[in-house]
């Protein structure tokens, strides 16, 4: 309950759990099954495969017969996901520095330079990008997927292990959408920019940009948002800005507070 401190519980006060899943066929005894819309279908519709499976407890948007196995009610089961996994993985952002690049276009490039900077001035970094996942003594990026959650949870924690003192993600807007960040606490975020894609999954203009501005929420206390967007779209960034949190414009105009000449 102090991971989901809003859910409604039936059958229990809290779930305990010792590992996370969102495929039914894939649960075992001990496991929590989150049901969530994914590729493959709607999660709410396998809860009782999940159950069948071993699954001790359900998380869900709706209430679905579960047969007295303890229930969670959520509003939102992608950031439940997002949320169990970090916990489950032992809140690694907690003991690291994160710096979260996303936006239209640049982000690759932007978080490898960010890693190279940081990692020429003597810090021990990861990076975690479309092109690989990279730890501290690692000579080559290997092969890595942290578009969903708990693979992200799993990297972070990986990386902590191997004493990181800071990380740069590469965030596409697929990963906000599906609130993948969702528990992950960044000292910095950077949105390179905010023009038009992807309008298939987000449907409009608008809907693509706010859900690139969903990444400014999950700056912790003190963070700093570093923004490359023209000027006519900082209104949109600085709204989203959370208390405490400070504000700084790079890029070729003479008004940014960072620039290249």
């Known amino acids: 309950s102090h991971v989901l401190p809003a859910a409604r519980f039936f059958a229990c006060d809290e779930i305990t759990a010792s590992r996370l899943r969102d495929d039914a066929d894939s649960c075992e005894p001990g496991d929590l099954f989150v049901a969530r819309a994914t590729p493959s279908g709607d999660g709410h519709e396998h809860v009782n495969r999940a159950i069948a499976n071993g699954a001790t407890g359900i998380v869900a948007e709706r209430i679905v017969p579960t047969g007295g196995v303890p229930l969670a ?65 690692d000579s080559l990026p290997c092969p890595g997927d942290c578009s969903r959650a708990d693979e992200l949870a799993a990297w972070l924690a990986r990386l902590r292990g191997t004493g990181c003192t800071h990380v740069v993600v590469e965030v596409s807007s697929r990963m906000l959408a599906s609130h993948a960040l969702a528990g992950v606490r960044c000292d910095t975020v950077v949105v390179t920019n905010l023009g038009v894609a992807h309008l298939d999954a987000h449907g409009t203009k608008r809907a693509y940009r706010a859900v690139l501005a969903r990444a400014i929420t999950t700056l912790d206390a003190g963070g700093c948002l570093v923004s490359g967007v023209e000027p006519r779209q900082l209104e949109v960034l600085r709204r989203k800005l959370p208390a405490g949190a400070s504000f700084i414009t790079a890029g070729l105009a003479p008004s940014c507070d960072v620039r290249a000449t």
């Open 73 to 137: 009610i959520v509003s939102d089961s992608n950031r439940a996901f997002g949320l169990l996994a970090q916990a489950l993985a032992g809140d690694p952002s907690a003991g690291m520095r994160l710096i979260a690049v996303t936006g239209t276009s640049g982000k690759t490039t932007t978080t490898w330079l960010t890693a190279a900077v940081l990692a020429e001035a003597g810090l021990r970094v990861g990076v975690l990008s479309d092109l690989g996942c990279l730890g501290p003594d």
